[in-house]
């Protein structure tokens, strides 16, 4: 494995356990809260890195970027191949599943319960 690779890698796993001590009760963490929560906590980060002027622009502007077009597909083969490296592969057969299953709603609103 590379060292960009490595480095990745464990930046990933330290994601993961921000999530697993800050949203869960005893590391048990809701699924759909915890890649909620990431995702949102992943975007952030990467607008962040656009250095764009934030405060000049109005709540629920439009906004266009090369650099979203550019690194967005990044992010998602950066989380694809960490999946893979840890031998999780999705089965899309599984995708929804029965209710019943999946426990408690996921709470999005998670400023009560920030991971920074």
Partial sequence: MSKGAEIHNKAAGEIVELAAQRLGAGRAVHAETAIASTARLAGSLLLRSFDLALNELGEGAVMLSAQANDKGPRVIGLMSAYLEEEG???????????PAHRGDAPTLDISSRCLC
């Fill in 88 to 98: 999780v592969s999705l089965d899309s057969t599984l995708f929804g599943g029965q």
